[in-house]
Structure formats: C-alpha cells, structure tokens
C-alpha cells in the first residue's frame, strides 16, 4: 500500500483520562475509510487531531513521505487536508460563492475559480442551486454543496464526520454516490459514521475505536 499518512504512536489526553492510544494508523493514497466506534469513543477527537483542530502526541509523523508534526500542525497537511463537518458552516452567500471561497482565499485567479465552481456544481448535481442562499438548503442539499466546496480544493485526505447523519431518502443515497467519485478522483477519504451503507461500500476499510486503541477490519470485496 502507498502510504498518505501515517502515525506512530498517537495519544491525546482528556484531563486524567487517556481518550486515544493508538499505536499505529496508516492511510493509503486514493483509498475510502470508515471510522466506527461507540458515541464517546474519540471518533470526532481523532478527525479534529487529523484536521489540526485539536493538539496529540505523537512519536513519528509522515505525510506524503515527508517527516511533519500534528501540534503545531504542519502547513503540508493544512493545504492538503479538508475536514467537512456533520453540520457544514454556510457563509449568507450564494451556493457557488461558498463553494469558491476556499480557492479564492488561496489566490487562484477569479476565471479558474469560477471554471471548478461550475464543474464541482455539476458533478455534485446541484445546478439548480447554484444562485441560491444555502441557509434555505436541505439537509442532504447542504451535504453536496459541502462537498462540492471541499472537492474543488482537490483534498490528498478529505475527512467527513457523519456526512449522512440525519439524512433519509434520496438525499442520503446522493451523498453516498458521491464518495466513490472522491476516491475516484485521488483523494483517501475518512468516514466517521454509523451508515451501514457507507461502511458496506465496496473497497471500504473500517477501523474502529475500542478503549482508545484502534482496530483495523478487513477491506469490503470490490464490485464485480
């Protein structure tokens, strides 16, 4: 496996108890992941540390072969890490101008921005709200703008927590057929979710949190 990431020896603690001790945690370059574990486990701890949003220890860190650290965080994962959240933050602009704004805040040209706008619009299936207000937005709506926004930054490891939590019906099922696209595309993706579905994915891995250590499942059998 072509390793993204990979962490030696990781442990974060809260107040007197140890919440993580993971010894090992490798991610491989263009690969799905699922993250389970009892509510209270450290899920949501262990994808804020990988977003750089909270502080851990760690003996040896290496992204993209490269020796860096998770506090402070390095500004090699800062560009190349994007962290989505259950309840995506929406700026009152217009649904394209929230999926811009990473790539204008990072200095790319006004044109460039607006071509991976319409092309990460389409691909989401949302061009009928493209001029739209995202605090009118559904759920599931909010979910693929989200990802669209998350896409067009071209993340090495993009990181969702409970992408579909709280969504049924059509819009579940839309959210969940844009995860193999992601993948698809390059990008290792992190899951940390309950969806049965999305851990049924095929060339999904899951890794579970138990006591704070981590335990890796064997690889769903890939569609024939």
Known sequence: MDELLSIQRL????????????????????RAYVLTGANGSGKSTL??????????DAADVRFMGQSVNLSPYSRTMRDAVVYVHQHPVMFSTSVAENIGYGLSVRGVPKKIVEEKVEEAIAWAGIAHLRNNVPNYLSGGEKQRVALARARVLSPKLLLLDEPTANLDGAAREQVIAL??????????????????????????????????????????????
């Open 47 to 56: 994808m804020r540390i990988l977003a750089g949003l909270e502080s851990a």
């Open 179 to 224: 995860i193999p696209a992601l993948v698809g595309e390059g990008s290792s993706v992190i899951m940390a979710c309950h969806d049965r579905d999305l851990i049924a994915l095929p060339g999904v891995q899951r890794l579970k949190i138990r006591d704070g250590r981590l335990e890796v499942r064997q690889i769903n059998a890939s569609a024939q």
């Open 11 to 30: 442990q974060k603690n809260f107040h007197e108890r140890r919440l993580l001790d993971i010894e090992d945690l490798a991610i491989g370059q263009s």
